[in-house]
Nanobody, 118 residues
Framework: QVQLVESGGGLVQPGGSLRLSCAGSGFTISRYTMSWYRQAPGKQRELVAAIRSGDSTDYADSVKGRFTISRDNGKNTIYLQVNSLKPEDTAVYYC????????????WGQGTQVTVAS
């Protein structure tokens, strides 16, 4: 059974940090572009960061310099280090996998809540 399981979310004060994890099972992430998306209440889901199989990365402008995406293929896991958090970062953060050669192979995780409040 293919699964992506996120963890590491929680309640944090403005300026704080968290490390989100996304563990894959039932498939190998090494040939996938792995991404983090987020969705705030009443807003559309948006791309936060992506990392390709070759380790190149992309970030949304709103998180550049604060968030860092990384991957550990040996652990079949990706991470999102989120620093200098702002209230507007509050959202459910989702992990997404997309195979780089087979367009139909895509998977979503169930999400992890990040709440930034004092």
């Amino acid at each position: 059974q293919v699964q992506l399981v996120e963890s590491g979310g929680g309640l944090v004060q403005p300026g704080g940090s968290l490390r989100l994890s996304c563990a894959g099972s039932g498939f190998t992430i090494s040939r996938y572009t792995m991404s983090w998306y987020r969705q705030a209440p009443g807003k559309q889901r948006e791309l936060v960061a992506a990392i390709r199989s070759g380790d190149s990365t992309d970030y949304a402008d709103s998180v550049k310099g604060r968030f860092t995406i990384s991957r550990d293929n040996g652990k079949n896991t990706i991470y999102l280090q989120v620093n200098s958090l702002k209230p507007e970062d509050t959202a459910v953060y989702y992990c997404y996998a997309a195979h780089e050669q087979v367009a139909s192979l895509t998977y979503w995780g169930q999400g992890t809540q990040v709440t930034v409040a004092s």
